[in-house]
């Protein structure tokens, strides 16, 4: 009972604290509002350029054209130099008639041209069309399936899908270190916002050693007033998340500009974007709390 005497007038006291110097509260709550709507922005665009990256991992697919010459043991001997390049996670064989079939129903005016070609008049050729388990290794595998004997050609679109992956790469990483420095930065602006509270109360606490409080019962109702700014303070930016995004999405009908860039669902990642923010608001506050009662009062 003692404990929960001890806990329960902690928690008292950090919300008396909260509310007692409400300006330097508020202060406090708006720039971790502040920094988790950056910080939400952040996680949701890292999240779709990650599914971006992925989405486009997944379609690249490397066409090597045959020579229209090979007979069907020359395409068997190809599939078995295919099965030995460790890249390859799996790969098929499209006959021109299959391409010509496939050209032919996708479009009107493929069909009216092609139509009347028999086999011998077709241009097109037979292809094997790969898919490769590591995308960053995919130019290297192109080489390899270019130097096997009856490929005349390789194509997976080398420019774009390259030039591609390194813009979202680069992306990904200016928005983990966007979100890494807006929590070190938050987290100094608490400690030096609290570090004013603390001095304000500087006669509280003087009390509070003279009856025998033990630094660890200072400390505590500023840790918690610390987690409270948090906990106020990550509200916002969670309904934002939740309702912005969600909004955002059906706006867009899921798609980004083509229907080629998906993006997220926003069941579940908004839930989990949601507790992201509520951990890191109040870690930030309780270590901002934290560092201003250990650096700044040295109990």
Known sequence: ??????????????FKGVFRNF??????ISCITITLIVVAVSIILSQNVDNFTLLVEKDVTIVAFLDNELKEEDVDKIKD????????????????TEITKDMMESSEVFDSIMKNWDNEENP????FQVKVKNINKIDK?????????????????EGMVNQLISTFDFIH??????????????????????????????????IMRLIGASNLNIRIPFIIEG????????IIPILLTVYGYTKLYRHFGGHLFSDFIKLISPVPFVYYTSAILLVIGILVGMIGSWRAVRKYLKI
Do not use: H, P
């Open 81 to 96: 130099k295919l099965k030995v390049i460790d890249n390859i996670e799996k790969y098929e064989y499209k006959s021109k």
């Open 124 to 127: 097109i050729q037979n292809t």
């Open 227 to 234: 987690l409270l700014l948090g906990l106020l303070g990550s």
């Open 173 to 206: 990483k200016i928005c983990i270190g966007a979100v890494v420095a807006l929590i070190l930065v938050t987290a100094f602006l608490i400690s030096n916002t609290i570090k004013i509270t603390i001095n304000s109360r500087k006669t509280e606490i003087g």
């Open 1 to 14: 009972m003692k404990t929960f005497r001890i806990i329960g007038r902690n928690i008292r006291d950090a």
């Open 23 to 28: 300006s330097l509260s508020f202060a406090s």
């Open 141 to 157: 595998t192109a080489k390899e399936i270019k130097k096997i004997k009856g490929v005349t050609l390789v194509k997976y679109g």
